[in-house]
Each structure stands twice: as structure tokens, then as C-alpha cells.
């Protein structure tokens, strides 16, 4: 229950005052003592506060201490909280030791008696009083303490007046008498106005504060969770005003709690922490694709100076210029299509009157806002990326940008902010311990500073700039945190520092170590460091904190120890990044990790290290030096090397390099189970095995750790020859990869039905004319049709031409209604694959659309079966109906529906760019995009990555020209001979290796599936291979090279430049295709789950042939999904 609400006694003695008057005009300081209440300076309410404008700032009318000045925060002033304040009464003498209560501000005196002397506990039974009292002509010096001094601090403070001039605050009671205005102090009067959690009459209970290291109310927990160790309630002012014995001759003082304002902008850098990752992890990715999406659809208008250094200006000037484009644009389309309706309209708005398009508008108030606009070069672009642009909300992207790169700048200033708050904080309150009153000699004590800075220092290091200064800090200390793993000792560090430089001289001297491993062993192994010299040349003070952080280390401090060498392993890796400098320090933590970890055997020099790092240098010469000449033979085709084995070689010794580097001897390790050998040996095992190191690694990792303990009618012969041509398209397309399934075959089958049923039903004109012309005629007094009989029916009556039309339309009615209805069915099933395969629903509708018109066109085109298989009338009827005008119709009408979603599918195609913007977040179709989650981001990069890293092929056939005797005269005869082939790869594989596997094919007879060629080109592929200037990218020829061609040398590759690979292989005469494979390292690009790689099939032609998709969904006798029956090519320039 909060005992600081103001009881009714306490209201009425702040109301009347005790003291009688006895004049006007008097001095308030009528008694003999001054009450005094301490309070502390503190961080006001954060960004985080209920109500963060609800500020109590320092009394601008007082004189306050020099405190660091803040960027992210403000001063004021706040309860004390669980501690001890301490007076020493510089006129008597004296040290006063008090405990203080949060729970009623309470200050507890402790009688120091002959028991006391020399405990570092010390308690008392004092009733207490909000207050401390004092003759008020005294000089006091002050100062509050969260954790109880130790006797060694009572006896530095009471014996040194420096120290309590520099670490305690000074009151001159008689000079405050007089003048009221004493540095830290304020009447007791504005406790409400200038206290922060002290409220005037009543408390106001609004959950101020409680964002900090100590709240106002006990935080709200579940029965698992750990009880908050302490919080202050918010008090009122009458507590403390109804007590003193006059309020009049009462003061407040401001004592200085660096550790709980240090503890509080912690918990605000973690609140500052948390908010940008959580922006991150709902808007980085967004932002990120947002980026990607602009800059292959948006505008490429130039940026000002200005707009650069501001990404808002700079977003809305893109926002303008493109809003121009989008009108430029529409009115383009608008004016071409209608260009042969009203042309003069067109040459009026392109003409002298084009300032009657809005365009021009929006370009002049473009002009007028920012002084320029885009130039023609941007507008060419802008119209290029026509067809990406309608995947996505180009506007959205730009706004988010607009909107969330300031949002992230705010957040990212702010970790900045209270980064520099708690840096400056660190740098005041300096080195020493002693000066927070912290005994670094008293395992309690020590204990509580560790346990602070630990938890700071986790906090901090998930700041990447942050954690550069806690590097530094562990190079050159200036602040607690780079000396925190030596107990806040100087000495310690100082002194490690010494043996440390000291080991290294040792080691790195050839000639001595070999003598001197005992020694530095025994350097290493400091477990009885009593004796060693560098420990007695300590002073007391820091012989008493070693003795404290083993005794901790072992004991009840093992924990916070192990959590700083858990967050000193970050700030290592950074120090073993930098300069050879920082050895000794490494070295140091080294040796200060063996006392915090308390590990069960020290470490120890390898006795037989100078010769195995000897033979081990030996080695890696000779293996950079064998990994050289292999490269230069690899890389000069013109020496005639084998390629192929070669680059076997090469793989090997790479491999036999980077397992080398493996096997560095290990100059210290453990004396006697050698651990750090042991996973050098795992790893080493595991690398030769040849295992994933993605999949299996972290798996070994932890098995290896458990053993130690530790991704119709009316048609023409033209519209006939048009299907049939259709027909040999198709069979020439089906058969190109040399595979028929299924799907080939329906497709095949139902543009042969087509053609057949037009066939038919062109030949059922004759017949049907013969028919439809017929008169009943009167047999036994009966009206009998043409139809009405069969053929031999009319036979035997002797009606020959009756009898050929009947049987002639019969058969071909049935024929025709048999291949139109077989096409169309056969068609559908291949549209309902197509539409399980559609990738968006806009192709899912039009595919069904399209199917919906060969329905209509199949029932038409099937019509025919009816006159074929009924009599008399209802054939006649049935004939009718299916050749009459209205069956055109119908088909028309399906045709048309067929061929406008077969113009808007082809419309809708789009290359790998426009499929990836189809799908990306970004995408005008939610249904379409990647998964919202971290897999679904994560294959949205790398499907963007694997589009961009996307090879280009250049491949043009070579011709060889002979003459052939015909007769008397000499025709000449061209072959094909081989190819020409450019390959442009990204930079990104410089000093790696690409994988490639490569056929020809050819069509027999131009007619059947394409089959492989026998003949292998890979090795020509490679041997006749090399580097090509990237100015010579599209610049070859028809014409072999010669037989005696030597390659030239390897040309200068800029870093960041496209690499170029040019070679030239023999063909069959025959080949058709090129088909070939191409893997990207791991390293380079991540790949599918399919893990194909980049497909090509490209026609050999006499004229260069391009192609820039390898990724089309592609089914080639090239494909293998198998990387280790690759071929490579080596980038090591």
C-alpha cells in the first residue's frame, strides 16, 4: 500500500504551521536545525510515457549541477529509491550512514557502534523520518548510494576531502540560511513543481515512468515471472510538507544516481532498438522491393543537389515527373490509335496547337515548381517500361517511399540520440568505481556493477555502431564498459596488458620459445597468479577485485561472468577483423576469459609449434605457387592444355587450398584435451567429406557439441492452308526439345482435327448441294426425302445421283463432325493444363474465356453427326441447321471470343522482369505475390537476384564454302561448320568458377524431334575459350578461326565490369540447336529448389541469334539437375 498519499495529520500540519509568529519581516530559518529531503536528478518522461509531453523540467531559477547534456531526453528530478544516503557533517566531523525506503521515504539512521567497525553490512534500528535535519550552520557533503558502502569506501570518504568534494554534493546550511540559493537545492515548497513523481495535494496515478529502470507502480506479471526487484510510488507533496517540523526551514537537495539514469537511457535505447526493428520487419522488405521496383519502372529523371539530401522533396519531385509521363503516355496511345480516324486531330494536338494537351500543362507547372522537367531520353524510357509498369502500383511504391524513409530516418536518429546520451554518460562518469561508491574489492558490490553493466551491454551491442565503441573501448578504455571483464580495474587491464605483450614477444621470437615454453606456460596458466610477479606489483584495491571476480566467477556470479563472455565474443570478432595491433588485446581477453569462465585446465604453447608452422608455410607456397601455374595454363588456350582436366586439377588444388588453411597449427590451446584442435579436426573432416555445409553443418556442429557436453460453313481454301501451316508450326515447336508427351500430342491432335474438319466440310459442300436441291418424290403413295433412304436404297430404285449424294454426305458429315468435335475437345484438355499452370487469376479467367470459344466452336463444328446419324426429315432438319448461315454465326462468334482472349493473353505475356514484378509486393494483384512471410520475402530477393544475374548468349553459325562439279560447271555448296558463341557474365563471378553443360541438336528431316548429336563439344567449348574485351560483345563473324589461331592474352577486366568468355566450337553440319546449362557458384547467386539453373536453346542461324532468358520453363536434353557432372569455367582474374 503506498504510505505517501498524505494522512489527515499530515494535510493539517502542511495547512497550519507549528511555529508561532513572533514579528513580521523575520528570516523563515527560525529554528535551530533545517529539514533537508533528498531527491535525484533523473531522466524526465521518454517517447514512450503515456504522456510524454507531461514534463517537469529542472527550475530554471536554481542552480543545478553540470550534468552531460542530452539529446533525447530531458532532465528532472525524482524520488530516491532503495539505497543509503550518506552525511559527512564537515563542522562536527562526522560520516552519517542512512538507509533509505521507497516504500515510505523513510530515512533510517544507523548508529554505527564497536560492532560495525570494519563490516561491510552494517544495519540499524532507527524508526526514521521523510527527513534528514541538520544545524543550520553546518556544511554538509551528501550523496546517495543504491548499494550499502563498504567499510574501505566509509573510511576513503571520511579520511580524504578531496574524494568527498568530488563525489558528494556540498551544502552550506548557514550560506543557504542566508541566501536560499545553494547549488542543487530549492525551498521545500516546490516539492510538487519540481519533483516528478511527487504530485501537489493528491497523487495522480497515470503510469508515468514506467518505462524505466525504476517505475511508479509494480509492474503488472504473471505468478512465473520474477518479481520486479524495486519501484517507487508516486507521492504527495503533503507527505514530506506535513512532516518537517516547519516546511518554512526546510529544503530539497538534488544528489547525483549516475548508475539509474545510465540504467534508464538503456532501457530507452532498447525501446529505441525495438521500434526499428519492428519497422524493419514490417516495412525494410517493402522498402526494399519498393527500390527495386522504381528503378526498373520509374522514371530516370535526374535528381537536384537538394533533392538528394532530402528523400521527401526528392520523392515528390519523381511523383510529379511521372504523373507528366502518364499523361504523356495516355494521350500517345490515344492519338495512335485513333491516327487513321481523325487524323487531322492528330496532326493539330502534335502540331503548332500542342499546348492544348494536358501533358504541356503539367510539363509547364512542372517548369514553374521545380525548374526542370524530364528530358526526351526519360520519356523514351518511360514509354520502354510501358508493359512492366501495368504489374504494379508504381504510385503506391513511390508514396511508401515518400512516407516511410523519413519514419526510418526518425527512428534511426533517435538510436543515434540516445547512443550519444549514453556515451557522453559514460565518459562522466569515467573510471573509477570508487566514484559510484562501488567497492570492486567486495564481491556484493562488484557483483551489482556487473550485473548493470552486463545487461547495458547486451542491449547495446544489437546497435552496430554501438558495438564498434565497445571495441574501441576494449582497445582504449575511457568508460566502465571497457573495463568491465577486469572488474573495473585499470590496473588489471594494464597488467594483463603487460604479460600480454610480453607472450607475444615470447612467441614470436623463434630462437627463444623453444626455452622459454615453460615459462610462458606457466604465464598462461595463472591459476596460482598469487605468486606471479605482475599480481604483487598490483595495489591492494586491485588485488582485493581479482580476488572478488574469481571467488564471483565460481560462485554466485557465475552466471552475469559467463553472460560478459558471451557479449565480450561480439566485440573479439570485431577486434580479429582489424589490425595485427590487436593481438595483445585478444591475447588479454584471452587470459581474463580463463579466470571469468572458470574453465577446468588452462591453455598452453605447443612445444612443437615452430616446426609445424614452418612446413605448414612450406606447403601453402608450394600449393599457391602449383594453383598458379595451373591458372596460367588454364587460362592460355593457346598452349594447347587440356581444359577438362585441368580444371579437374584446379577444383582439386582450390579444395586442397582451403583445406590446408584449415590445418594452421594452433600456437596455444588446451593443455590437455586441446578442444580447439579437436573442432579444427571436425571441421577438416567435415569439409573433406564432401558434405552440404548449408544442411549438415549446424547438425554436426551440435552432435560434436553433445559429445563435449556443451529452403464452317463459308470457309476457303486459304483459311485451310492457314491451319495447316499452323499445324506443321506447331509439330516444328513440339519436336524441338525431342520429347512428344502427352500435352505435345494433344495439341498436335487437335490442330490436325481442325484442318480436317475444315477439309470435310469443304468437301460436304458438293453433296449437301445435291441434297438441299432435292424434291420429295412419291413412291406407293408416299412422300418420301433424299434423306429419308439410305444410299443403297436409292441405288436399287436406280437414282445413281441420289444414292452418291446421300452416301457422300453421310460420310462426310460424320468425318467433319468427328475431327471438329475431337479438335475441340482435344484443344480444351490442353487449355484446362494451361489454366492449372496459370501462375495469376487474369490468366485463369482468359484461359477459361478461350476454352469457352472452342466449346462453341467444337459444338458447331460437331453439328454435322446429326445429319449424318438421323433419317428423313430430322437429317434434313439437322443438315439445316448445322451448314445454314446461323451456324456461321455461332462459330464466328466463338472465334471471336477465341482469338480476343488469345490477343489479350499474348498482351499479357510478360519476360522473367515482368513475371517477377507480377509476383513481387508490389504486384496490382495480391493474389499473385510472393508469400508475406520470411521464406516468401526471402525467395522474392532471390528471384529478383537469379533474373538480374541472368547470362546473355550470343551465338552465330560459321559457314565453309565449297565448289561441286555439276556437269561442265562448279556449284558452290555451303556447310555449317560450328559456331561462334559469346557469353556475358555479371562481375559477381569474378575470382569464382561457373558450371556449364552444353549439347547440339538437330531435327531430322527438319519434320521429326529433335535428337542429340553425337558428336561432344564440351571440351571444344572449353579448350578454344577465352576473355574477351567487353567492347567486343557482339562482334563476330561467320568464319571459323584459323587452324594455327593462337589466343591471345588475358585483357584487363575492370572491377564491377561484365565479364566476357568467347569461343568457338565445331558443329555437325546437321545441328539445329544449341542447347546449354549454366550454374552459378552458391556464393554468388542462391539457388532454386529446382537448382536447374540458367536454360537456352537457341537456333543456329547464320545471323547472330541473342537470347537473354535462361529461366523460361523449358524442357531441352540438355537439362540436368546434377552439378557434379558440370564442366567449369574458371573467373579467378
Known sequence: MNQKLGTPRQRCANEFSRTPLSGTSLCPFKGPEIAIVPVRYALDRSRYDVNPNMLKPLARHARWARLPPLKSRSYTLRQLHEGFVYVFDETAGTLHEYAYSAHNAHLQRIKWTSAHIGQNERSGSDAGQPYLSYPRDHVLHIAFAPIQWTWRICEHLRSHEDSRKRWMKRLDLGSYSLTMNEPGTLPLGELATAVADIDAGQVTDDGRFDDTAIPSREPDRTPEEPTQDEWVTLGADVHWLGN????????????????????????????????????????????????????????????????????????????????????????????????????????????????????????????????????????????ERSKWRREIDLKAARQCLQQQQPVHEQLLQRVRDTRTDIQNWALHIGLEPDALFIDTGYPKTLLYLQTIKENLTTILEQDKETLKWLTAQENKATTLFGTQRYGFSPAIKAALDTEANKLLAGMGDVTNLGTRIGELNNALNHRDFANSAWYKALDATAQATLKAMRELASGAGKAIAQGMLSAAMITNTQLSRTEPQTLPILLRNLLIGQLLGNTPEGLAIDRQFMARINEWRRLTALYEQQLRSLQQAWYYAANRHDRHSLGIQLQAQNDRIRAHAMALPDLLDFSHQRYAEQFKREMYNFFQAGKNVAKDWSQHVRQWSQRLGIHGAGISWTVITLNLFNTAFVWSDITRDGKIDGKDLRKLGYNMGYSLNLMMVLYLEAPWEVVRNAKPVVINTKSISIMGRSAAYWKTQGNHGWANAVRGFRVRAFAAGIFGGLAAFLEVRELQDEIEKAKTLTDKTLLKIKAAGVIIMGAVAAAPILSALLTGTLALSAATVALSGWAAVISMIGGVIYLMASKLINHLKQDNIGSWLRRCCWSITSENRYADTFEGQQEEIRALLEVQLCPQILVKSTWSCRFVQIGKSHMPHITQNGAWVQIRFPGRVRGSSVLFDIISSRKPLRLFPAVKVDTSIQTSFISNGIYMPISEWGNITNQRPSHDYRAPFIPEIKENHDILWQTWIPLDQEATYLELQIWYPVDVAHPSPADTGYLYQIELKASVTESTDGLSETELLVKNSDRTKAKQIFFTL
Open 244 to 383: 518537517v517540523p516547519d516546511k518554512d526551514s526546510a529544503l530539497l537537495i538534488a544528489l547525483d544516481d549516475p548508475l539509474t539514469l545510465v540504467r534508464d537511457l538503456g532501457m530507452q535505447m532498447a525501446g529505441d532498438i525495438a521500434a526499428l526493428q519492428h519497422w524493419e520487419a514490417e516495412y525494410e522488405h517493402r522498402l526494399k522491393i519498393a527500390g527495386d521496383v522504381i528503378h526498373l519502372c520509374g522514371t530516370t529523371a535526374a535528381l537536384s543537389k537538394a533533392e538528394e539530401a532530402d528523400p521527401y522533396l526528392a520523392q515528390q519531385y519523381l511523383i510529379d515527373a511521372e504523373g507528366y509521363l502518364e499523361q504523356y503516355e495516355l494521350e500517345e496511345r490515344i492519338y495512335e490509335e485513333n491516327a487513321t480516324v481523325a487524323p487531322e486531330a492528330v496532326e493539330m494536338f502534335r502540331g503548332p496547337h500542342h499546348r492544348n494537351r494536358r501533358s504541356a500543362t503539367l510539363l509547364q507547372g512542372l517548369i514553374e515548381k521545380y525548374g526542370k522537367a524530364p528530358n526526351q531520353a526519360d520519356i523514351d524510357t518511360w514509354l
